[in-house]
Structures are given as structure tokens and as C-alpha cells.
């Protein structure tokens, strides 16, 4: 026999046990986005690499480390993208959306990055993302998080919390940068290598540091919060009112500073308790002018993305709705007459019940081989039509789940039965 053949690490398969879930969730998430007036974009996998190098920033994990590049056959060097506001943005300017007024979108799909796999983490993971273009506003920032903090609920996500900060304007951020560099430039003994680059490059990027041993040392150094220019702390301060008057509880958190460079103003993250490590399932934050750095048209942008895999996870623990089953039947039938009488009843089934999930038997073994698949199906009911159903115009329905008794019904009465039980 030759060598089995395994999924590349950190890269995982959806089996069809978990694939009811996803789509329940996928299904609850599109939902929500369209009733607030979002559309859905799709971009490629692939994008050039220039598109995460110019839009990422070249100090951030992801560029420094994480990315999936390789050249191709024509000399160009591609990436398989490891986030999605790059290719949404690259989108945007593209086909000059822009221009037609405020766009709300939303995208979903596969993300690659070359981390450590470990729970919650892994190196093809999935994303929906959302992003707004060309509105400034506050409110929007709060609709952002009242639009979350509602899926949450949908979800059936128990023990959430919400972290905001602001990064300030681009120029009060040159001049944080300074105080930081000042600040850390006094403590370099107590920097770890990663840090020691950034000091250079990007200090701030320090603060997003995951090194428990600088903790004290980061917890200490000047805060963003406190030197913010005059427009941004109105606008954090707007933000702040939204969530009060809606009633969202928040911490602000003066050392979030988020993993990307292209943040200004308002960021924020969703983290879950429930997850250890890797608890953040939504994070995001307005990117004013990444569009500009892109080769647009200066437009304000704001946006998050979510982590698929990490909701997943919560959802399969905490979420009572969305693990129920729908439900379903196992169709059980012998002879020719039975196996046509059964096709057409299956056809009614999916045509007047369109919810209820109906497996036709396809081996044609024996009653008795038939009923063993039924019993191992984790349907609701057994429909059956021997031969002397077929006989007497009747079927037979037999609960699969708890009690009760295998009833005999008159065949053309099964819908009306199905309604009434099911
Ligand atoms: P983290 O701090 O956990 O590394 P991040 O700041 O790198 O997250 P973002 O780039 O903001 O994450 O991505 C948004 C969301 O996508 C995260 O909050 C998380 O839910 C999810 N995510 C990010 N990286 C991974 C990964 N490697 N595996 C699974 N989910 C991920
Ligand atoms: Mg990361």
C-alpha cells in the first residue's frame, strides 16, 4: 500500500459532521450583514504581494512572518492573502466605487498565514469581513459594534467583551511614536529581540507585543489615549456616547494597538473568555487612509473581520438554536412498486416541506437491513412502505427518537401527517 497522503499543517478539512453548523452560522451572519444594508464582494485568494506589503505595513507579524509568497511563472511575486481589507481595498479603488457614494461590504473566505498551529489558531482560517468606505462619522464606528454585538446575541455568545482605544490622527501618532521610542529607548535591556527591531521601526508595535515579561514594562509606557489630538478625542468621545446610549458595556484598553499598521482612531476587539489564549473573535478599526496609501482617492475606511474558526468553536458549546437539527426522515422501502411509490412521496416531501431533511434508502437491501441504516441515520422518523402498505394504499411512520408507536397512515395523508408532527 503506498504512503497516505495528509492535509498540509495547520490547514484543516470541514467534515460533513460540523459542515450543518458552519452553515447555520454562515447562514445567521450573512443574514444579519444584509439587514443592515451591507453587500457581498468576493476577491481572489491570490492577490500581488505589493497589495499586503504597501496596505499591512512592512514591521507586522504578518508581513515580517506570516505570509504564504512565492514568485510565478511569470516573475511576479504572489501571496495567497492573509487578511482581506488589502484585496477590498485594492477592489474599491479598482473599480473606483468610491465615487458612487458611502459602500458597505462584506466578504468571506479562506485567510493564510504561517503561524503556530494550536487551538483557535491556524494557518488556513476563515474570515468574514466587513467594511465601510467613504463615511467618517462616529456613528458608523457605533453601528459597527451595536451590528456585533447583535450577532453575538444571535449567535448565543455568552461571555463576550468589548475593548475600544484610539489611535489617534496620523500626525499625533508621530509624535506618540517619539514618546515611546524615548520610553522604550530607557528600557532596552528589558526588550526581546522582535521588540528591539520594532524600537526602530515602529515602536508602537511594541505595545502589541504577546511577551509576558514586558507586560509591566508595556503597561507603564505612555498611553495614545492621553495625547490624542483634538478631533480624534471628540470623535472616541462620540463613539463612547453611541455605545453608552445603546447601553454596550466597554473597557478601553490604552495598549490595544492592533496588529496592522493601517489603523487610526477608533479600534477595537471582541474577546471571548471562553477561548484562553486565543479569545479575540472580531476585531477591527477605522483606517482613514489606506485608500491613499493604496493609489486612491483619500477615503475614510472602517471595518473588522471575524474569526470563523474561533466562533465555531463557542458556538458549538454555547449556541442551543443553531445545533438544533432540522428535521428529518430515512426513507425505508421494498419492491419496485414501493421504490417508485417512494420517489414520489420523497418529491412531495421537498416540495411542500422544504425544511425537513429526507434521505431515500439507496441500498435496496431487506427490511431488515434497511431499518438498521434508519436506526443509525439520526433521523426523526422511519418512513416505511412494504409490500402490504403498497397493497392497501398506506404507510407506515416510525418514531426513531424516544417513545412512542410505529402508526399506519393512508398514503396520500402523509404531507398533511408530516405537517402536524413535524
Ligand atoms: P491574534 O492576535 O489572535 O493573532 P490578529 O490580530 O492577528 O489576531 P486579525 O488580523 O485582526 O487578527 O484578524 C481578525 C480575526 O481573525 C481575529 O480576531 C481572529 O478571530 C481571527 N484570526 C486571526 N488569525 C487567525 C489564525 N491564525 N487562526 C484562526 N483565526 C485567526
Ligand atoms: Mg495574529
Redesign the pocket.
Known sequence: MSKKIQAIRGMNDLLPKDSNLWLAMEGVINKLLISYGYKNIRTPIVEKTETFTRAIGAVT?IVEKEMYTWQDLGGDSLTLRP?GTAGCVRLMIEHNLPREGIQKVFYQGPMF?H?RPQK????Q?H?VGVEIFGATEAKIDAELIAMTAQLWQRLELKNVTLEVNSLGSNETRKEYRELLYTYFSKHKSELDEDSLRRLEANPLRILDSKNGDMATLIANAPKMIDHLDEDSAKHFAEFTGYLDCLGIRYTVNPRLV???DYYNRTVF?WISSDLGA?G?????GRYDGLVEQMGGKPTPGVGF???L??LMLLISEQSESLTQQAPSLYFVALGEQAQQASMRVCNDIHQELPNVVVINDIGMGSLKSQMKKADKSNTDFALILGEEEINNNQISIKPLKGQGEQQLIALEGIIAHLQEIL
Do not use: K, N, S, V
Open positions: 507579524d487578511e498565514r503561524e483557535g489558531r491556524y494557518r482560517f474570515q492592533r496588529g496592522l476587539e486565543q479575540t473573535i472580531c476585531a477591527g473581520a471575524m474569526g474558526e474561533r
